[in-house]
C-alpha cells in the first residue's frame, strides 16, 4: 500500500530533549501536517508505555499552541517507527523514518482509518524506505 502523503524534513534545531525539523517542500494546505515538526522526549504525561518520544506539530505562534499526535514505536528496522493518530473516524497509520544522524526525517502517512497488524506494519516499513 502506498502512503497517503509522504513529507519529507530536515533537521532545524536540535535541543537537549527534543529535534525540530523543517519540511523540505511545502506541506499541502488542506491537510493536518505542518511544516514545521518536532520529536520530543516522552515526559511520562499520558498512560502510554514503552515510548521514548513523541511526535509533535507546531500551532501557529508557538510549540505549546501544536499538537502531541503520537508516540513513536519502535520497530525492528533501525531509524523506523509508527505511531497513529486517532480522530473520531478512526486511527491513521503513521510510519517514519529518521537518519541515523538524525538530520532528516520522512513522515509517511496512511489512508484514514488504515490501521493493520504489526506484521502488514513491518512490511509497508520494507516497502517505503
Not at 515510548?51 to 525492528?76: D, N, Q
Request: hydrophobic share 35%.
Amino acid at each position: 500500500m502506498r502512503a497517503e502523503i509522504e513529507i519529507n524534513y530536515l533537521v532545524s534545531k536540535c535541543n537537549k530533549c527534543d529535534t525540530q525539523y523543517q519540511s523540505v517542500v511545502e506541506v499541502p494546505s488542506d491537510h493536518w501536517l505542518t511544516e514545521r515538526v518536532k520529536i520530543e522526549a516522552f515526559q511520562g504525561y499520558s498512560r502510554a508505555r514503552n515510548l521514548g518520544e513523541y511526535f509533535r506539530l507546531r500551532g501557529a505562534t508557538s510549540w505549546k499552541g501544536g499538537s502531541l499526535i503520537t508516540g513513536l514505536k519502535k520497530t525492528s528496522t533501525v531509524g523506523a517507527f509508527y505511531g497513529d493518530r486517532k480522530t473520531k473516524e478512526g486511527k491513521t497509520l503513521i510510519v517514519f523514518y529518521r537518519s541515523e544522524d538524525f538530520k532528516h526525517l520522512k513522515v509517511c502517512v496512511f489512508p484514514l482509518a488504515y490501521y493493520p497488524s504489526m506484521e502488514i506494519i513491518n512490511q509497508l516499513i520494507q516497502e517505503n524506505k
